[in-house]
């Protein structure tokens, strides 16, 4: 049976910028997901308030080249896992 769910280290998920794309939208009611760091690694991922209301442009060109670049090398497999069970995909 397949999994369902899958643990992604929180460093794959910085880094693919699904961190920094969920954020944006939580910005707008005042929380995000954090990620404390211990020797730089990070420990713990948590919900958060914050004040904080968007990105800078810098950040913001960054994080769509991060997820631009994931979604690219991931396509296939999540065109995949949408499919129904034993459902090859088309093309």
């Known amino acids: 049976m397949d999994e369902m769910v899958k643990e ?4 794959e998920f910085r880094n693919s910028g ?3 794309f969920i954020n944006q939208q939580l910005h707008l009611f005042g929380a995000c997901i954090a990620i404390e760091y211990q ?9 958060a308030q914050c004040k904080f209301r968007g990105f800078s442009e ?3 060109d960054q ?16 065109v ?6 034993g459902e090859a995909p088309e093309g």
Do not use: T
């Open 39 to 47: 020797d730089g690694k990070p420990v713990r991922m948590y919900p």
């Open 18 to 20: 699904l961190l920094w």
């Open 8 to 11: 992604m280290p929180m460093e």
């Open 80 to 85: 995949k896992d949408c499919l129904p069970s």
């Open 58 to 60: 810098r950040d913001n």
């Open 63 to 78: 994080g769509y080249m991060n997820l631009s670049k994931y979604i690219q090398n991931n396509a296939a497999e999540l």
